[in-house]
Nanobody, 116 residues
Framework: QVRLQESGPGLVKPSQTLSLSCTVSGGSIRTALHYWNWIRQPPGKGLEWIGF???????VYSPYFENRTSISRDTSGNQFSLQLRGVTPEDTAVYYCNGGNDMDFWGRGTLVTVSS
């Protein structure tokens, strides 16, 4: 069974960079036709898709986040990561990693608060 686990700081100061990692177990991030997403949910709002890195290492981002987001991967560690630059309090959210052939697998989510 594929499992995903987010990790990273729970508190980030405004204007800094939010950095999260997702460790995948029970499967490889290089599995063909698998896509590895970052998704967030701000308090009281719906889910927001940030972007993905696919099994070849190709990245695609939501236009809303594209100019300040990077998603990368570490194939030896079977991890993928998110960097969101220039955060503001509006970036406070539960951040989820997700993946699979059809967004099958979800991490439990991690709350990141942006505050000074």
């Amino acid at each position: 069974q594929v499992r995903l686990q987010e990790s990273g700081p729970g508190l980030v100061k405004p204007s800094q960079t939010l950095s999260l990692s997702c460790t995948v177990s029970g499967g490889s991030i290089r599995t063909a036709l698998h896509y590895w997403n970052w998704i967030r949910q701000p308090p009281g709002k719906g889910l927001e898709w940030i972007g993905f890195i696919d099994y070849t290492g190709t990245t695609v981002y939501s236009p809303y986040f594209e100019n300040r987001t990077s998603i990368s991967r570490d194939t030896s560690g079977n991890q993928f990561s998110l960097q969101l630059r220039g955060v503001t309090p509006e970036d406070t959210a539960v951040y989820y990693c997700n993946g699979g052939n059809d967004m099958d697998f979800w991490g439990r989510g991690t709350l990141v608060t942006v505050s000074s």
